[in-house]
């Protein structure tokens, strides 16, 4: 290669990055033109995280209301604060002494850990559980202790319509029963109970306990189902999980779990009184944020790789599976876009990351509002995913 080769092809290498910059800038530019957004409102941001810098921005920093997206917030706090080897406890004790006929001269104990995942499986190891004991018959009750959680059973700002689940740290096939479900379960074991009266508590019992049986769930097993399938029900166990570490009473409220989240906005350059978190899974219609708060978290999580990693994971894969699994398959954005998807009516968000031609990370949020028609948004995003990619 000669010398004025080499010229060349380092003042090309030297000015590519600025090429792509401006082809897709102009390929952004030409999508915020779509007739979509004469009678909508989006906010847009690109950043290339290798690089660290700023590629695209429009309205980027008015509030929109996130929908599922606020999972990403959830999720990153979670990670950052609780750690990825925290686990979801649920605790089973029993009060008084067991006789040498097996009776049980108290009662059984049980502290509910809000965990959703918890099924008939997990409900029959604690059965044998107290069988393998030496317990036959109950003298006492069962004492359930929910005090992971206030006695609300919905989030602020849900609509009453919407069919979401209740929500209780006593969880059992993922409806507030499990007290019932326990009972039964011990009766298919061969133990009775006397009393059939339930008691809610928020305190242990001034007697002796002890510990029969735990049922331990790693966050990142409900961490992948909040994401990869959007679970709402997840996702407020992980919201409750924080709130409960920054509780400092019984009975944590969603006060609790969004002055965790702002204990994380904090961190990433601004001001929690900016916006409004009200619950975990992005259901609540006084959720607002910005696009650039989000781009914001999604930059301290890449610089972070014990968070980025496992937050990576958990995101749906275009064209692969989750949420994304029947979007942009064909084309450039396919298995190269990592994303949390949301929807509310009105609300059509998209946020995560994309793998760029040069192979850099970008992190990207797209949030369109005032959207009547989501297939109409979704394939919109699609399109601005493929210019990231392509």
Same mark, same amino acid.
């Given at each position: 290669?000669?010398?004025?080769?080499?010229?060349?092809?380092?003042?090309?290498?030297?000015?590519?990055?600025?090429?792509?910059?401006?082809?897709?800038?102009?390929? *952004?530019?030409?999508?915020?033109?779509? #007739?979509? *957004?004469?009678?909508?409102?989006?906010?847009?941001?690109?950043?290339?995280?290798?690089?660290?810098?700023?590629?695209?921005?429009?309205?980027?920093?008015?509030?929109?209301?996130?929908?599922?997206?606020?999972?990403?917030?959830?999720?990153?706090?979670?990670?950052?604060?609780?750690?990825?080897?925290?686990?979801?406890?649920?605790?089973?004790? $029993?009060?008084?002494?067991?006789? &040498?006929?097996?009776?049980?001269?108290?009662?059984?104990?049980?502290?509910?850990?809000?965990?959703?995942?918890?099924?008939?499986?997990?409900?029959?190891?604690?059965?044998?559980?107290?069988?393998?004991?030496?317990?036959?018959?109950?003298?006492?009750?069962?004492?359930?202790?929910?005090?992971?959680?206030?006695? =609300?059973?919905?989030?602020?700002?849900?609509?009453? +319509?919407?069919?979401?689940?209740?929500?209780?740290? *006593?969880?059992?096939?993922?409806?507030?029963?499990?007290?019932?479900?326990?009972?039964?379960?011990?009766?298919?074991?061969?133990?009775?109970?006397?009393?059939?009266?339930?008691?809610?508590?928020?305190?242990?019992?001034?007697?002796?306990?002890?510990?029969?049986?735990?049922?331990?769930? &790693?966050?990142?097993?409900?961490?992948?189902?909040?994401?990869?399938?959007?679970?709402?029900?997840?996702?407020?166990?992980?919201?409750?999980? =924080?709130?409960?570490?920054?509780?400092?009473?019984?009975?944590?409220?969603?006060?609790?779990?969004?002055?965790?989240?702002?204990?994380?906005?904090?961190?990433?350059? $601004?001001?929690?009184?900016?916006?409004?978190?009200?619950?975990?899974?992005?259901?609540?219609?006084?959720?607002?944020?910005?696009?650039?708060?989000?781009?914001?978290?999604?930059?301290?999580?890449?610089?972070?790789?014990?968070?980025?990693?496992?937050?990576?994971?958990?995101?749906?894969?275009?064209?692969?599976?989750?949420?994304?699994?029947?979007?942009?398959?064909?084309?450039?954005?396919?298995?190269?876009?990592?994303?949390?998807?949301? #929807?509310?009516?009105?609300?059509?968000?998209?946020?995560?990351?994309?793998?760029?031609?040069?192979?850099?990370?970008?992190?990207?949020?797209?949030?369109?509002?005032?959207?009547?028609?989501?297939?109409?948004?979704?394939?919109?995003? +699609?399109?601005?995913?493929?210019?990231?990619?392509?």
């Amino acid at each position: 290669m000669t010398h004025i080769s080499r010229f060349f092809l380092l003042i090309t290498l030297l000015f590519l990055p600025l090429r792509l910059s401006a082809s897709l800038t102009h390929r *952004l530019d030409t999508l915020l033109a779509d #007739t979509l *957004l004469a009678h909508s409102e989006v906010g847009l941001i690109v950043y290339d995280l290798d690089d660290d810098t700023l590629l695209y921005s429009y309205q980027a920093d008015k509030l929109y209301r996130p929908a599922s997206i606020q999972k990403v917030m959830t999720a990153v706090t979670a990670l950052e604060e609780l750690g990825s080897d925290h686990s979801f406890n649920i605790t089973l004790y $029993h009060t008084g002494a067991i006789t &040498p006929d097996s009776l049980l001269k108290g009662s059984l104990y049980v502290v509910g850990g809000f965990d959703p995942l918890l099924n008939h499986l997990d409900m029959e190891a604690f059965a044998q559980a107290v069988a393998q004991s030496g317990i036959r018959h109950i003298e006492g009750g069962i004492i359930g202790n929910a005090a992971l959680k206030d006695s =609300l059973k919905w989030g602020s700002g849900w609509c009453w +319509d919407d069919g979401m689940p209740i929500l209780t740290p *006593l969880l059992s096939e993922r409806t507030d029963s499990f007290l019932v479900h326990l009972r039964r379960a011990l009766l298919v074991q061969g133990v009775t109970v006397t009393d059939t009266t339930d008691t809610l508590v928020a305190q242990a019992p001034d007697s002796v306990i002890t510990q029969i049986a735990v049922c331990r769930r &790693p966050l990142t097993q409900i961490m992948d189902r909040m994401m990869k399938k959007s679970d709402n029900l997840h996702a407020e166990a992980v919201f409750y999980q =924080l709130a409960a570490a920054y509780a400092d009473q019984p009975y944590a409220t969603a006060r609790d779990g969004a002055r965790m989240i702002g204990r994380l906005i904090r961190r990433v350059g $601004h001001q929690p009184t900016r916006y409004s978190m009200a619950d975990g899974s992005g259901v609540s219609l006084y959720n607002y944020l910005s696009p650039r708060l989000m781009a914001d978290v999604l930059r301290h999580a890449y610089r972070h790789p014990a968070i980025y990693r496992h937050l990576k994971q958990a995101l749906p894969v275009a064209g692969i599976d989750g949420t994304l699994k029947n979007r942009m398959k064909k084309t450039p954005a396919y298995r190269r876009v990592f994303a949390k998807t949301g #929807t509310l009516t009105g609300v059509t968000s998209l946020a995560g990351y994309a793998i760029a031609p040069n192979g850099h990370t970008r992190a990207f949020v797209i949030i369109n509002q005032n959207i009547l028609t989501p297939r109409l948004a979704r394939a919109w995003q +699609d399109k601005v995913c493929s210019a990231l990619c392509q």
